[in-house]
């Protein structure tokens, strides 16, 4: 079974940008977690969808925002870019079935923002 | 606030210790409880995951779980360099009406040949 994936895996984008990155969730996984992994923050969750809804929401201002297609792929958008913003952001997918909570996550999107 | 916490390290054992990590976590309704391992670069992996008071073994790896004292540890045998990295401690909590992973900060782990 392939695993989670992410695109794109590097993006370079300058300040005042925005940007959209992407997920695809292991086949069956209908959830999908999105997080921000910095040197000094470690890894901050930023939300969770699930069936199209956002089910979970961290501490980020409104700039991130995602969605959820009915194929479970989801998106993640963050507006009005600050250097700040550079990370690794992550996203995760869990079957969400049952007692199942494993969550495997993807390989990641580095972004910099100059 | 719900949290996990972990000795940041370095932990540093030579080649074919046993490496013991540890991991405390503030709320008492977990149910769940996970260790990922992250390479420097790279996104974490699962691991080992546990949800019985207990041990839970996996080849080299012992996962520990004591719920009364809100603590899980994770036991690395015979520890190989290819060992070295990060190992996050994450705990399923209910908030908000559903379970969310929170993460440790993580525990960096040299392994000396």
């Known amino acids: 079974k392939a695993g989670v994936t992410q695109t794109p895996r590097y993006l370079i984008k300058t300040r005042g940008q925005q940007v959209t990155l992407s997920c695809s969730p292991i086949?069956?996984?209908?959830?999908v977690s999105w997080y921000q992994q910095t040197p000094g923050q470690g890894l901050q969750f930023l939300f969770e969808?699930?069936?199209?809804?956002?089910?979970n929401k961290g501490n980020f201002p409104g700039r991130f925002s995602g969605r959820q297609f009915s194929n479970s792929r989801s998106e993640m958008n963050v507006s009005t870019l600050e250097l700040g913003d550079s990370a690794l952001y992550l996203c995760a997918s869990r079957a969400a079935s049952g007692g199942d909570y494993e969550q495997y996550f993807g390989p990641g999107t580095r972004l910099t923002v100059t | 606030q719900k949290e996990v916490e972990q000795n940041s390290g370095p932990l540093s054992v030579p080649e074919g210790a046993i490496a013991s990590l540890n991991c405390t976590y503030s709320?008492?309704?977990?149910?769940?409880f996970f260790w990922y391992r992250q390479y420097s670069g790279k996104s974490p992996e699962l691991i080992m995951f546990?949800?019985?008071?207990g041990d839970k073994e996996d080849g080299r790896f012992t996962a520990q779980l004591n719920k009364a004292s809100q603590y899980v540890s994770l036991l690395i045998r015979d520890s190989q360099p290819s060992d070295s990295a990060t190992y996050l401690c994450?705990?399923?909590?209910?908030?908000?009406?559903?379970?969310?992973?929170?993460f440790g900060a993580g525990t960096r782990l040299a392994v000396h040949p």
């Open positions: 086949s069956g996984h209908r959830s």
């Open positions: 969808y699930f069936s199209e809804t956002q089910r």
């Open positions: 994450a705990v399923n909590s209910f908030s908000g009406g559903y379970n969310k992973l929170i």
């Open positions: 709320d008492r309704g977990s149910q769940s």
């Open positions: 546990i949800y019985s008071n």
